[in-house]
């Protein structure tokens, strides 16, 4: 995960903290024997009192949230609590209660401080379920990884799940949940993904953990607290399990901005990719479900005695305004607050009635320690050790989009540890014409952010030094480039000397078709699921989301394709791309001294495969770089041993860099466009970043490039494959290599389209 929790917290320091603090948990005492009323903290609630039809109503009167089965509603009934809700676990399941797609309450949207999801439950199942794991989804819009058509997920889930990953209903079922963060095009990491497993992340309150052995009735809960990110879950009236994020080596965080996902909410199991049937018989729930309830409160007590939230203190800034909420759980009456150990940086003060640390500091002190001590008015203590460090101000806008001749231009600069207003300048350089430099505000007197707007007028690069100078007089600055290309590459489109294009823009997000019409050309997802579709801003279409770890990506259908193997291009060919790649860590994978493997080598499109036998493909790398930036390269293998044309990059062939060694790589994670173009009369090679020449080779090795490709590989994008990938089967994927960010269209032409 990308976002650590501290990075979170530093999004607003003077309000967030204010608004985030929850209410406290309500005094449930046996009010879940019960069944449940509706309250003011109610989001929703359905009591399955039907008893008979096909459909459930919410309690609360919103007809938008009647749940529906997908073919027929099975019905139990239990003494005390009227009729239940009753699931069977079956190939095609007719019973499964679907309800509305994207629906703000079902989402948990409107849950922006905390949660709690609970339903009474009986299974009638034997545990041990498909490989062995139990995992039995009881309600939530999450598709357990098996992507809906619409493409980016977003969803949550919560159900039961064996303790150990392998157990049988005699070894215990525990209450677990996940949450899926939307990515809008950054890592997918803020989410809490498969993290809260019992497997993965105990986090039991008991040393015996207390578990469901049995098929009787029980109440399971899951409650969230955002202040201090922390899941907690209950079994009949317990508190069993409390996990607090970020956990070692996963510093991932719930981000609740899961919109437009298409995903719908289900009730006894999750909705399978195909639409319909709801034929996915992995984790659909065997038994009776009642009185399944969602509130915008923690109902219940996470402790019995007084104690400190946990939680990290965002940083401060110089001369800026602080203020950051302390909290307590099971306090009685009210709380007092004093520093018992250390200090706060110079600036700084408790509130010891509030629970508040608030001021401004004056200097910069990198992590100042104290011990705070929580005492409420039955004597209850509690200590805790916190750090707070006082940050200095930073420019962190170190690179800018794209911008297009002819085509409005907007890109935001931000600091972070800066006291407004804020005056920006270019201090070197000039803007292109058409550009200008202004603030963001409601005055210049309340500034915050620099805003380069505008519509160029011609393409060019143009260096730039962007200066930022605080109310305290402060200044920071960075060089950046700002690229004006050409209006043409804004979108790239077929024509008469289209080979093959993919724009990812097809109606289902597992299958790409060619905009060309051949339907062998088409792309499937690699791990029978869908892509994660993303918004490039400036664009109102959506590429796809790769995560780095060789199971996500796209392979063709047919082998050995003649186009996408250039063999239809006899004199000459244009391969471009438009890429976004990674940051420098890989989302997931190995890792390497506690941190994920580092990106430093990614296959964006080809051919190629294990054997190397006739095999090309398109790639970004560092290998070799002196900076550290990762440039376009291409592997080309001819069908004989001696015709293999590798590490055809600026890096490694340094001789063939037309221009500065400085623009011929990537070093941030704006988008690029790429392309390679080959001449067979003059066996020219040439690498084009953003619509400049960065490298050009004639007869690499002194070996003329050979044609005469006699593999059947399949194409790829972003995996390397070492075998075939089968759309609705199984794959086969080489797992090292794969690409880490974005990839936006792709087209192969049978001619050289750039530099001529």
């Not at 949207?109 to 490989?131: F, I």
């Not at 350089?429 to 200008?436: N, S």
């Not at 020449?693 to 070996?703: A, E, F, H, N, T």
Request: net charge neutral.
């Amino acid at each position: 995960m990308t976002k650590k929790l501290g990075c979170y917290y530093h999004v607003c320091v003077v309000l967030c903290l204010a608004a985030i603090v929850c209410s406290p948990p309500l005094r449930a005492d046996d009010a879940w024997r019960r069944p449940f009323d509706p309250d003011e903290h109610t989001v929703v609630l359905y009591h399955f009192d039907e008893g008979a039809g096909n459909e459930t109503h919410d309690a609360l009167g919103d007809n938008s949230l009647t749940l529906r089965a997908n073919k027929r509603g099975l019905w139990g009934r239990r003494d005390g609590f009227g009729a239940t809700a009753r699931f069977e676990r079956k190939d095609d399941d007719p019973n499964l209660l679907v309800g509305p797609a994207n629906h703000d309450k079902l989402h948990l949207r409107n849950c922006t401080k905390a949660w709690t999801v609970e339903a009474w439950v009986k299974y009638e199942g034997h545990g041990g379920l498909d490989s062995g794991r139990t995992a039995l989804n009881l309600c939530g819009t999450d598709d357990e990884g098996f992507s809906l058509p619409t493409g980016l997920r977003g969803g949550w889930s919560f159900g039961l799940h064996s303790k150990s990953g392998k157990g049988t209903l005699d070894r215990g079922i525990t209450p677990w949940a996940r949450f899926m963060g939307s990515p809008r095009g950054k890592d997918p990491n803020h989410d809490t993904s498969g993290i809260l497993l019992p497997y993965f992340s105990p986090g039991f309150t008991d040393a015996q953990p207390v578990v469901i052995t049995n098929n009787g009735w029980h109440h399971v809960v899951w409650q969230f607290r955002y202040r201090d990110q922390t899941h907690f879950f209950f079994l009949d009236g317990k508190l069993i399990r409390r996990i607090q994020l970020p956990i070692q080596d996963e510093n991932r965080i719930v981000v609740n901005d899961a919109v437009n996902v298409g995903v719908p909410f289900v009730v006894g199991g999750f909705p399978h990719s195909q639409n319909p049937p709801f034929n996915l018989k992995w984790g659909t729930f065997e038994g009776q479900i009642d009185e399944l309830r969602i509130s915008s409160v923690m109902r219940y007590a996470v402790a019995n005695s007084l104690g400190i939230i946990r939680q990290t203190l965002p940083d401060a800034g110089i001369n800026i305004s602080y203020s950051a909420q302390l909290g307590t759980d099971a306090a009685r009456g009210d709380v007092t607050w004093k520093i018992v150990d250390g200090r706060l940086p110079r600036g700084l003060t408790l509130d010891s009635s509030a629970g508040q640390i608030h001021g401004t500091p004056h200097t910069s002190s990198p992590r100042t320690a104290c011990t705070l001590e929580a005492r409420d008015e039955s004597g209850a203590i509690d200590t805790h050790r916190f750090e707070l460090t006082v940050a200095e101000g930073q420019l962190l806008t170190e690179s800018l989009p794209p911008a297009f001749v002819g085509v409005g231009f907007h890109a935001e600069l931000n600091t972070r540890h800066l006291a407004t207003p804020l005056r920006w300048e270019i201090v070197q350089g000039t803007l292109p014409a058409g550009i200008e430099l202004t603030v963001a505000g409601s005055s210049r007197h309340s500034a915050t952010k620099g805003v380069l707007r505008g519509i160029p007028r011609s393409k060019g690069w143009t260096p730039l030094t962007v200066q930022v100078t605080d109310a305290n007089g402060e200044s920071r600055r960075h060089d950046v480039v700002m690229k004006v290309l050409p209006k043409t590459l804004i979108e790239i489109r077929p024509d008469q000397h289209t080979v093959a294009l993919f724009d990812w823009q097809g109606p289902d997000g597992k299958l790409i078709p060619d905009r060309m019409g051949e339907a062998s050309h088409t792309l499937t997802w690699t791990n029978m699921g869908g892509d994660r579709r993303v918004t490039w801003p400036g664009r109102n279409e959506r590429f796809p989301q790769f995560t780095g770890h060789g199971e996500h990506g796209f392979a063709s259908a047919g082998k050995g394709l003649p186009k996408l193997d250039f063999k239809t291009c006899q004199q000459e060919w244009t391969l471009e791309v438009w890429v976004r790649r990674g940051g420098p860590l890989q989302a997931f994978g190995g890792t390497v001294r506690g941190q994920h493997s580092p990106f430093h080598f990614g296959h964006v499109c080809g051919t190629y495969d294990k054997t190397k036998k006739g095999v090309w493909e398109l790639y970004l790398s560092d290998m070799e770089s002196t900076d550290g930036s990762m440039a376009p390269g291409i592997n080309f293998y001819g069908a004989a041993a001696d015709q293999a044309l590798e590490h055809l990059d600026p890096w490694h062939r340094p001789t063939g860099i037309v221009g500065n060694r400085s623009t011929a790589g990537i070093r941030d994670t704006e988008w690029h466009h790429l392309a390679w173009q080959y001449a067979y009369d003059q066996d020219l090679h040439e690498l084009f970043l953003d619509g400049r020449l960065i490298w050009k080779m004639q007869s690499p090795d002194g070996r003329r490039l050979v044609n005469d490709r006699a593999h059947d590989a399949q194409f790829s994008v972003s995996t390397r494959l070492t075998g075939y990938s089968r759309y609705g089967g199984g794959f086969n994927y080489l797992g090292e290599g794969n690409f880490f960010g974005q990839i936006g269209e792709i087209r192969i032409s049978d001619v050289r389209r750039y530099g001529r």
